[in-house]
């Protein structure tokens, strides 16, 4: 999911991701688009907890700030497996990152309509109803279980990161009409070799 705060707007200036903890250099995975089969498939339950995992994690971190976003699923960088990462201050605050690791929405209230995107559907965006309140359920990248509440844009991340892990879209909370305009949108600049 991209960042939309007013800092995020795209210019002409380097990006640089935030600096992570570890002195391991990061790896930057390219963020697959919309059309790639692994976007709209149900991913596999994570059942190996180790180093590889939390390397994954990391990495996932370093590509989702590298691409201007405050969440990311693993079936983005291609890997069809229930992982997640979240960080709705884009790098600013560490303490903000959030690993889950087969999660799922146990409980959700209230309802928010705001706009949305989604990295694997670069330059589209389109209002979506979610809850405004989300208690979500995961592992961590050893294994523990928690629970973690989301409000506004903490619950709509969760959402949108959960559903990615689920095989969809956010192109799939819009209207018919909606969602058709973009896809023959998407089509166009395939055709163009722009997508």
């Not at 999911?1 to 007013?6: A, E």
């Not at 994954?56 to 405050?70: I, N, P, R, T, W």
């Not at 990462?85 to 929405?105: C, F, H, R, S, W």
Request: net charge neutral; hydrophobic share 40%.
């Amino acid at each position: 999911m991209p960042d939309k705060s007013p800092t995020s707007e795209a210019t002409t200036t380097e990006i640089v991701a935030p600096e992570i903890s570890s002195a391991t250099p990061r790896k930057i995975y390219p963020v697959v688009k919309y059309g790639a089969p692994v976007l709209e498939k149900s991913a596999a339950v994570i059942t190996k907890f180790d180093a590889e995992l939390e390397e994954l994690a990391e990495d996932m971190f370093a590509s989702m700030y590298a691409a201007q976003g405050v969440g990311l699923a693993a079936p983005q960088i291609g890997k069809s497996i229930r992982l997640a990462v979240v960080d709705v201050t884009g790098g600013k605050n560490a303490e903000a990152k959030i690993v889950l690791v087969n999660p799922e929405v146990i409980h959700g209230e209230g309802e928010k309509r705001e706009e949305e995107g989604c990295l694997s559907i670069p330059g589209f965006r389109g209002y979506v109803v979610r809850p405004q309140f989300v208690t979500v359920r995961a592992q961590d990248t050893k294994g523990e279980t928690f629970e973690i509440r989301g409000e506004d844009l903490l619950a709509r991340a969760f959402c949108h990161e959960i559903d990615h892990l689920n095989g969809i879209l956010f192109l799939q909370h819009l209207s018919m009409l909606k969602r058709d305009l973009i896809r023959r949108k998407i089509k166009k600049l395939k055709k163009q070799g722009e997508w």
